[in-house]
């Protein structure tokens, strides 16, 4: 059975920090895209980031400079560390994964169809 958890979410002031984690299960880490994705209140879920396969990494213009996504393989982990946070990153972080290699990060983070497996998500504030 596939699994996604995330964890990490929680206050944090404009202009903190936060590390988010999605760990993995019944899958083979190291060969799909495992990507973050957020929903705010009352809007659309949009990608925020994503780890491809191949080890490439994609952005979100709105998050470019102030995340950086990474990847443990041992502990079947991809992480999104927040810097910088703003109010407007205020929403629930989503981890999946998109089991079709021929879409890259890019694709995914545009379509959030492409994603076959979603964690429960968790929540981030951002004080301003």
């Known amino acids: 059975e596939v699994q996604l958890v995330e964890s990490g979410g929680g206050l944090v002031q404009a202009g903190g920090s936060l590390r988010l984690s999605c760990t993995s299960s019944?899958?083979?880490?190291?060969?799909?895209?495992v990507c973050w994705f957020r929903q705010a209140p009352g809007k659309e879920r949009e990608g925020v980031s994503c780890?491809?396969?191949?080890?490439?990494?994609y952005y979100a213009d709105s998050v470019k400079g102030r995340f950086t996504i990474s990847s443990d393989r041992a502990k079947n982990t991809v992480y999104l560390q927040m810097s910088n946070l703003e109010p407007e990153d205020t929403a629930v972080y989503y981890c999946?994964?998109?089991?079709?290699?021929?879409?890259?990060?890019?694709?995914?983070?545009?379509?959030?169809?492409?994603?076959?497996?979603w964690g429960k998500g968790t929540l981030v504030t951002v004080s301003s």
């Open positions: 019944g899958f083979p880490f190291e060969a799909y895209a």
């Open positions: 780890f491809n396969s191949d080890g490439r990494s």
């Open positions: 999946g994964a998109s089991f079709n290699v021929v879409f890259s990060g890019s694709y995914i983070l545009d379509n959030s169809g492409a994603i076959e497996s």
